[in-house]
């Protein structure tokens, strides 16, 4: 459409050239992204109204799949109300964290590489290493932290395996796992100008002043964009619980992307799965813009290299 | 410091205010040692654990440092099932085809991008960056349909092939890079009469091997980590990846019921298939640390 927009000015000969030049450079993931993702989008939109397993062919079923999710399906509405739960409660906790975490890291401090790296590391390790030392952490029997809970006479904790606390563990480990939010903020914090501060200070502010005069709005653009990368990638949380309690007790750590996942690659329900998926975009879509729109009113943009 | 805050602290220290100092210093180590505790022990616990016997997996209390070190539990944990394969399928199947695709493609795409000028450019850039918002649930069940109508289930090419078209996350970085470099050498060598893609080969891909070598870093620890891909598209246990290989260990020794050495076998295990990535970290760590920062900030 860029490309037609730009024909439609008459181009010379010149930029035709150098039109054709930079397509075929870039054609690649042209092609990719009709391939790869255009088409898939476009296709998940029809199958979305179709009964389809793969074996037989797609039978058209209409507004059928959404009809049942919204109206047939009690395990839907469980399922939105654990990822209301998940994303309420980890996207806040973990943006608030990992700001501190940076603001720490940010000030004059002895190993301060060294404890950067012990943020980083727990966020690249692959990801079924992490799962398999906190089931290991939080096992009922064998976990360090009820053997020594017990030890001591208390009652332990079922961190997997209760209802009330199998959510909050998941949040408990997803905070382990943010260093990249922690050094995108601390590379955010480096920019911050001394100047400001300086300034500050000789008029009297104290540290608390300055950090919530110049420090966060100074680092409002990347707090804005840490809060809608970890909202789009907590929405679609799947492998911690996949592999820490595959959507139990009772159902109370199934999430969005785990239900999408079963309907699909379980049950065989392709139809149903991309009826999902596409509830799931409008939603993140819509709050996305949402929080875009709000951010008029705290995103300052106006300072530094830009 | 200029001499203003000098001043200032110049004057707060001749009020005898030094205390009023220290303390603010004294709780900002005891958070961050605290935090930093708290993020290492899990790692800590895995490698530790990989080293002990199973009554001191166990033992109250906790065994912090096991002597002697169960050194002979990552030799048995990896021979308890076929985890080389496993390693060599994470690697040649995997990684190494991605990661060649993925340099090939990205570099190619990211310099139509950045080095020349044509209509449209940046809003197909734009395009191509905004495709990183898409919620990877929503074209995870059409691709699915595509590769199965295409008879590549159980194969690695449903991962592989699309790197052949470009990653949108690495077009990005490596454009990044690209427009750093002096527009004057490409300049020089087309008043000289080299192609575009003369200049793109000899001159600034050779300028790009550091973005190259973030590139490579970042897609093999990428395919490395990746369990989601291999286990929708992977189904055989001879195909499987190190990632699956470990969740197979987890469920034999589930499944025997509390075997014997279950979680220092799965520890040691874990320890073998994280070790590249921290190590990979900790000699390439400015690399990493730009590598995210930038990405970050200027997205």
Known sequence: ???????????????????ITGLLFVSPWLLGFLIWTLYPLVSSVYYSFTRYDLVRPAIWIGLGNYQEM???????????????????????????????????????????????????????VPAVCSAMVWLFIFNNQYGVINNVLRAAGRPIIPFLSSIEWAKPSLILISLWAQGTAVVIFLAALQDVPRSLYEAATV???????????????????????????????????????????????????????????????????????????????????????????????????????? | MTAATQNVRVTAQQEGKSLSRVIPEIVKYLIVITLAVSYAFPLYWMISSALKTDPQVYRIPPVLVPNPAQWVNFINAWNSDNFTLYTFNSIFRYAIPYMLFTIASSSVVAYGFSRLRWP????????????????????MVPLFIIFSQLKWIGTYWPMIFPALFGNAFYIFMLRQFFMTLPEELAEAARIDGASELGIFFRIILPLARPALAVVAL?????????????????????????????????????????????????????????????????????????????TGLKG
């Open chain 2, 218 to 294: 970042f897609s093999f620890m990428g395919t490395w980590n990746d369990y989601l891909g291999p286990l929708i598209y992977i189904n055989k246990y001879t195909m499987y990846p190190l990632a699956l290989g470990i969740q197979k260990l987890r469920n034999m020794m589930s499944q025997v019921g509390n075997a014997p050495l279950a979680y220092p076998y799965l520890m040691a295990v874990s320890t073998i298939a994280a070790a590249p990535i921290i190590l990979i970290f900790f000699f390439a760590q400015r690399t990493f640390i730009e590598g995210i920062a930038l």
């Open chain 1, 1 to 19: 459409m860029a490309v037609a927009a730009a024909t439609k000015r008459r181009l010379s000969r010149g930029e035709t050239r150098s039109l």
């Open chain 1, 70 to 124: 919204f109206f047939d399906d009690a395990r839907f509405w469980t399922v939105v109300y654990n990822t209301i739960y998940y994303v309420g409660l980890s996207v806040p906790l973990g943006v608030m964290t990992a700001f501190l975490m940076a603001s720490l890291l940010n000030t004059k401090l002895v190993l301060r590489s060294t404890f950067r790296a012990i943020f980083y590391i727990p966020s690249i």
């Open chain 2, 120 to 139: 449209g450019r940046d809003k197909l850039f734009y395009l191509c960056i905004g495709t990183m918002l898409i919620p990877y649930t929503v074209t």
């Open chain 1, 203 to 306: 008029d009297g502010a104290n540290a608390l002043h300055r950090f919530w005069h110049i420090t966060i709005p100074m680092c409002s653009p990347i707090i804005l964009y840490n809060l809608v990368m970890s909202f789009i990638g907590a929405f679609q949380t799947f492998l911690m619980p996949y592999l820490l309690t595959n959507g139990g007790p009772m159902a109370s750590t199934e999430f969005y992307a785990m239900n999408l996942y079963r309907q699909a690659f379980e049950f065989g329900r392709m139809g149903k799965a991309c009826a999902l998926a596409w509830v799931m975009a409008l939603v993140v879509a819509v709050l996305t813009a949402l929080l875009f729109r709000s951010s008029g009113s705290w995103v300052f943009y106006g300072g530094g290299d830009r």
